[in-house]
Each structure stands twice: as C-alpha cells, then as structure tokens.
T-cell receptor
Framework: EAGVAQSPRYKIIEKRQSVAFWCNPI?????LYWYQQILGQGPKLLIQ????????DSQLPKDRFSAERLKGVDSTLKIQPAKLEDSAVYLC???????????FGPGTRLTVL | GENVEQHPSTLSVQEGDSAVIKCTYS??????FPWYKQELGKRPQLIID?????GEKKDQRIAVTLNKTAKHFSLHITETQPEDSAVYFC?????????????FGTGTRLLVSP
C-alpha cells in the first residue's frame, strides 16, 4: 500500500513569511497527526485529527500555526508569520483509528532565515 | 502531562555486540510504549511496541522490557549489525477510550561499527 505522502520535501523562507505543508495519509486512515521535529529532538505532536475534527491541538501555537482537514482526507499545516525557531522537520503521520499504529510520512524540512 | 527521558544520547558498539537504550516516563497512566527507528533523512518507523499488561516482548533480535513500578522501559538489540545504525526514539502515551497522544524521548544515536 502507498505510504503517507508529504509535500514539499524542502522549503526555505525568510522570517515573517508564510508557508504551507500538505499531507495525504494512507487510504482509509481516519486519524492524522502533525508533528514538529527540531534537530536533535524527538517529534512533538502539534495537532491530531479524527476524520475532519480536531482531537487535540493543545501544543499548536495558534497565534501563528493553523491546520485543517476539511474533507477528512488530506491536510494542510500553515505557519504565518514564520519565526527562526520554526526551523524543523514537519512530519505527518496517520493511523487507522485513534489507537492504531502511526505511520509517518517523509517530512518537510523547513528552514527559516 | 507526560514527560519521557531517554538515555544514552549516543551509543557506539561493535558489530555483534548488544545495545540497550533506556527510557523513563512520568505519567503512571501511560500504558502504550512504542519504539521508532529513524535512519538519517528518513521517516520514523515503528520497530516494536509494548503495552502495560506485559513485561517483555521480543521480535527476533530486538526486545523491549517494561517496569511499570519504576516507570521505565528499555530497548534491547542483540547481535547488532551495521544496518542497525540509526536514531532510536522511545515514546509513551496513555490510551484512554482509544485516544493516544505520543510523547517522544530525545532519541539515541546508535552507531554499529563493522
């Protein structure tokens, strides 16, 4: 089966610019996660969707980050405006349901200059 | 909330040796503990997991042990091979009513030398 797809793979922007990342989960997976992985650290959960509803966004910096999964399949994560400390790899993951194994995408490496 | 600590941060072994990575967690409600392997520039992949109703789980050369009383769990890799070289992350979460919220450790970089 096809894995989790993400685009773009790399993005370089200047601070205060905006950026968007796209994720396509494994077909049939109801749960979708966005993680931020700063260099040298483990992934940190930003937001979790179940179908098109938000399950947990307690660690999402809502003043600058937003995410949506309007039709319960693909998802986008946006940062506006970006800060230097947002430089990280943004990983999308999906699972069959809320308690299932999480499968990760290849990630988007964001560099904010 | 949950906090996961992982040690060591780097581990170098000779091919054929065993490697052990240890994690401690803070939330006694956590009952699911997966381990992920992340090769350089690639996505994390689940290699083994354990739930709190068992103390040990083994899959070929890898095993995980869990001590709920002490709130720590460990990854054991025997007969290490160069292709085991990667960063390994532990994670913990309570799974309540089917909901999981993984908290990851900071990772261990394992280097297996031929």
């Amino acid at each position: 089966e096809a894995g989790v797809a993400q685009s773009p793979r790399y993005k370089i922007i200047e601070k205060r610019q905006s950026v968007a990342f796209w994720c396509n989960p494994i077909s049939g997976h109801a749960t979708l996660y966005w993680y931020q992985q700063i260099l040298g650290q483990g992934p940190k959960l930003l937001i979790q969707f179940q179908n098109n509803g938000v399950v947990d966004d307690s660690q999402l910096p809502k003043d600058r980050f937003s995410a949506e999964r309007l039709k319960g399949v693909d998802s986008t994560l946006k940062i506006q405006p970006a800060k230097l400390e947002d430089s990280a790899v943004y990983l999308c993951a999906s699972s069959l349901d809320l308690s299932g194994e999480q499968f990760f995408g290849p990630g988007t490496r964001l560099t904010v200059l | 909330g949950e906090n996961v600590e992982q040690h060591p941060s780097t581990l170098s072994v000779q091919e054929g040796d065993s490697a052990v990575i240890k994690c401690t967690y803070s939330d006694s409600a956590s009952n699911y503990f997966p381990w992920y392997k992340q090769e350089l520039g690639k996505r994390p992949q689940l290699i083994i997991d354990i739930r709190s109703n068992v103390g040990e789980k083994k899959d070929q050369r890898i095993a995980v042990t869990l001590n709920k009383t002490a709130k720590h769990f460990s990854l054991h890799i025997t007969e290490t091979q160069p292709e085991d070289s990667a960063v390994y992350f532990c994670a913990a979460t309570p799974v309540n009513t089917g909901f999981q919220k993984l908290v990851f450790g900071t990772g261990t970089r394992l280097l297996v030398s031929p």
